[in-house]
């Protein structure tokens, strides 16, 4: 049965004359060929022709590159969504070669799962993380824009081959979704060549006009307090406000709150219980076998907030197990070991430590929550400033009747020195005292109270109403509009207010808005708005004007957090494994780390919008459909 078979293509111009033995496998191998797929496109776009006679010819046409173009896509969807759940799982892309790493790593467990698209297509080096920051970014930066306004908030941090990242984020009030929320947005990392004023001012401007920000719209700035950041003459937030005149300055109120905290350092007593806690923990986390001696008691870090009260908290919970512990090291431990616990049960047992301790762990559980509230990015200004005068009205009530809160501190301090066999004395003290504390007092709890207590308190009170004065903010006449601010003041002291807002924002009618808006609200009873001014927007459809200015104030940033956060995704994802890793990708993958929740909100959606953004290059291969 050997029939002799021709093959004649016009377009490779070239004829076969075969014997054919076996029907079925020479019909299988056919089917395999371009000849075959080519012929079958082609019958099948004269079918549609014949039978579709009103389809546009450019379909009819390029219906065989459209059905390539979905097979190419295809192809990419499979390595973007490994590279995408890299980057929402903070793991570095690649290893110590191109052929080694996560990525390729996850290539072989998709194609032993059964995905055969990216088995046939699979090449050694993986798509590039840029693409899906640059999809992201697109996103955010299009919400800022559409906004009122915005402000950029920004801080440094180096990484672990020792280069400074800047951070940069943006704030704004999100218009284009219901109900309108306030957001806070990493938006990447630059690496700083020079650290002076000018140099970092110019890095953040370069990098909004890069990313596309609409500079006009730049209402405030957000950074720490340090010199070089916020200096009145020649700091970056002058340097930026020289440009643009409406771009406030605010110093980051989680890092004031910090400074206040650190003020305390003023009282010698504090100062010292401090150092003895930090030197204790540092001790037992030294070692696993003294680690496991008592509970798991986080460091007294510095640059974590809530991690410092957290550490005093619970350092004082387990006092008594830890100081069991010591006195247990100083008699079983040998050398060095019995020698540094020896110091540290020297200098936990005195009367002083246990006040001092005591009064650390009583008000950083009240300074705690204030910490954790001002990292809410719903916060503005002025609830950030109600929340610190309730804090302070607090300290004072304390500092008015220091007797009597003292006597709850005096039993705590009672009870833990019962439990740990520790003596309450009197410090020595001679006729004239230079280094030490010399306030009179006959007892144990007049002596502590008049030494240690009170001086705490005056310090705390103190550096909040410093670095927490209203007066301190001239943008803060935006927060006049506020019903609860207006019922405080009178008409013409309101309408000096709108006078300076005008001034500083050019908002067009607000005087005459302002006091329509006065008017609205004088005579109701306050209410209760959890969200501060963000909950009056539904009421000044009709006043555009104070909408604008509302707009602006709740534009202002409170706090660095977010750029702060950016940092910790930056340590997972450029470790010392990956330490040579370029700005470019680290900034790619932190992008779609921190904001996880937009990436896995509609990821088929996000994979195809970072196709297209692919295929706006040219490729060899062909991802997008074009009719022309």
């Known amino acids: 049965n050997i029939l002799p078979v021709q093959v004649y293509l016009e377009s490779h111009r070239y004829k076969l004359n075969l014997p054919l033995y076996n029907f079925h496998n020479s019909a299988r191998k056919h089917s395999l060929t371009m000849w075959h797929k080519q012929a079958y496109a082609d019958a099948t776009n004269f079918i549609n022709v014949r039978s579709h006679p009103e389809q546009s010819i450019v379909c009819q046409v390029n219906s065989a590159v459209k059905h390539q173009v979905e097979e190419n896509r295809k192809k990419l969807y499979s390595v973007l969504s490994t590279i995408v759940f890299c980057g929402t799982h903070d793991i570095a892309l690649r290893g110590k070669t191109s052929t080694s790493g996560n990525v390729q790593a996850l290539y072989d467990f998709r194609i032993e799962s059964g995905d055969e698209i990216l088995k046939n297509h699979l090449k050694n080096a993986p798509v590039n993380a840029l693409l899906c920051e640059d999809i992201l970014r697109e996103r955010i930066i299009s919400a800022a824009n559409n906004s009122v306004g915005f402000s950029v908030i920004a801080d440094e941090s180096a990484d672990i081959s020792g280069h400074e990242q800047l951070s940069l984020g943006v704030r704004f009030v999100d218009l284009t979704i219901t109900p309108v929320k306030i957001r806070e947005e990493f938006l990447g990392f630059a690496t700083l060549k020079a650290f002076d004023a000018t140099s970092i001012a110019n890095v953040i401007m370069e990098q909004c006009i890069k990313f596309g920000l609409n500079i006009d719209k730049l209402y405030g700035q957000g950074y720490d307090g340090c010199s070089t950041m916020a200096g009145k003459e020649g700091g970056v937030q002058a340097k930026i406000k020289e440009k643009y005149p409406r771009a406030i300055f605010v110093h ?144 004072l009530n304390h500092r008015q009747q220091a007797e009597e809160h003292f006597k ?121 708005f959890q969200n501060g001014l963000l909950d009056l927007l539904p009421y000044t459809d009709l006043i555009p004007a104070v909408r604008q200015a509302i707009l602006i104030a709740l534009t202002l940033p409170v706090t660095t957090c977010t750029v702060e956060r950016s940092f910790s995704s930056m340590r997972r994802v450029k470790t010392w494994l990956r330490s040579t890793m370029t700005v470019n990708r680290l900034s790619g993958l932190c992008m779609m780390s921190l904001h996880r929740d937009i990436v896995n909100e509609n990821r088929p959606q996000f994979i195809h919008e970072v196709v297209d953004k692919f295929a706006q290059d040219h490729r060899r291969l062909q991802f997008l459909f074009r009719a022309n």
Request: proline fraction near 3%; glycine fraction near 2%; hydrophobic fraction near 40%.
């Open 252 to 395: 980051c109120a989680s890092h004031k709150l910090n400074l206040v905290v650190n003020n305390l350092n003023a009282v010698p007593e504090i100062r010292n219980a401090i150092g003895s806690v930090k030197a204790i923990i540092k001790f037992f986390r030294e070692s696993p076998k003294r680690r496991s001696l008592i509970p798991n008691v986080p460091l007294l870090c510095e640059t974590r907030w809530t991690a410092k009260y957290k550490s005093i908290r619970v350092f004082s919970e387990n006092f008594d197990r830890i100081f069991q512990q010591l006195r247990d090291l100083v008699s079983t431990a040998s050398g060095k070991i019995s020698q540094e616990a020896h110091q540290l049960l020297c200098c936990s047992s005195t009367s002083t430590f246990l006040f001092c301790l005591v009064i650390m762990a009583t008000y950083s559980a009240r300074l705690e929550p204030l910490t954790q509230a001002l990292q809410a990015v719903e916060m503005d200004i002025a609830k950030a400033h109600s929340h610190v005068q309730e804090l302070i009205q607090m300290f």
């Open 408 to 528: 709850d501190i005096l039993v705590n301090v009672q009870n833990i020195a019962e439990r740990t066999d520790i003596e309450l004395s009197l410090p020595r003290r001679c006729g004239r005292q230079k280094h030490h504390s010399n306030v009179p007092g006959s007892t144990v709890e007049e002596y502590y109270r008049r030494a240690i207590y009170v001086p705490y308190l005056d310090s705390v009170i103190a550096s909040l109403k410093t670095r927490f004065d209203c007066h301190n903010i001239t943008n803060f006449n935006l927060f006049s509009l506020h019903p609860h601010q207006m019922a405080k003041i009178k008409q013409q002291e309101f309408k000096e207010k709108i006078k300076q807002i005008t001034s500083i924002y050019n908002i067009d009618n607000l005087d005459a808005e302002a006091l329509t808006w006065f008017d609205l609200w004088s005579g109701k009873e306050k209410q209760d």
